[in-house]
């Protein structure tokens, strides 16, 4: 079964810097989709940001980027010119690559709680 | 378009109690789920379904029961409410890559 480890709870930062979320993941898989959604305080699950296996470049839309390492099974999330709109709950998340199921299913990393101080 | 709507966004229950979170997709998506979010554990799939008429259990099943007699309903049956199924629930639906979230629904049983 595939796992995803989000090992910051916390993390905080200014507004205007940069800030990285880190996500490691394992699985067997070769063929699958790493996602970075948000979580404001509404509730509301945001898809932030998606990467394909298969992809070597990293994924970027605007603001927020990847570090994608499939080797190292690393997927880190990087947020440039943090704004307070920024603030809220980031989870890493893994969907295999395989067709049909439960493989469409999604598996959640413990999220990381970030904080932008003005 | 709605996209993923879920009622009711709040419900208290009492222990022993039964009720039926609503989900509906107006996307004509195959693929829905269930999904409860407790503080600190990101969130753990209950119930999926392939299509109308499909289910099948997913890392949290017991005490929930699930039905898809519709491509666009999916409701989620709590039988005798347990405090422990005080939670946050998603419902969501996929097409090829991409899933979309309901609102959530803050439940609490006490």
């Known amino acids: 079964a595939q796992t995803v480890t989000q090992s910051q709870p916390e993390m905080s930062v200014q507004e205007a810097e940069t800030v990285t979320l880190s996500c490691t993941y394992d699985t067997s898989e070769s063929d699958y989709y790493l996602f970075w959604y948000k979580q404001p305080p509404s509730r509301q699950m945001i898809l932030v940001i998606r990467q394909e296996a298969y992809k070597q470049q990293n994924a970027t839309e605007n603001r927020f980027s990847v570090n994608f390492q499939k080797a190292a099974k690393s997927f880190s999330l990087k947020i440039s010119d943090s704004q307070l709109g920024d603030a809220a709950m980031y989870f890493c998340a893994y969907r295999s690559g395989n067709s049909g199921g439960s493989n469409y299913k999604l598996t959640f990393g413990k999220g990381t709680l970030l904080t932008v101080n003005p | 378009n709605a996209g993923v709507t879920q009622t009711p966004k709040f419900r208290i229950l009492k222990i022993g109690q039964s009720m039926t979170l609503q989900c509906a997709q107006d996307?004509?998506?195959?693929?829905m789920y269930w999904y409860r979010q407790d503080p600190g554990m990101g969130l753990k799939l209950i119930y999926y379904?392939?299509?109308?008429?499909?289910?099948d259990k997913g890392e949290v099943p017991n005490g929930y029961n699930v039905s898809r007699s519709t491509t666009e309903d999916f409701p989620l049956r709590l039988e005798l409410a347990a405090p422990s199924q005080t939670s946050v629930y998603f419902c969501a639906s996929s097409y090829m890559a991409e899933a979309f979230f309901g609102q959530g629904t803050r439940l609490t049983v006490v």
């Open positions: 379904s392939v299509g109308a008429g499909i289910t």
């Open positions: 996307m004509n998506h195959n693929y």
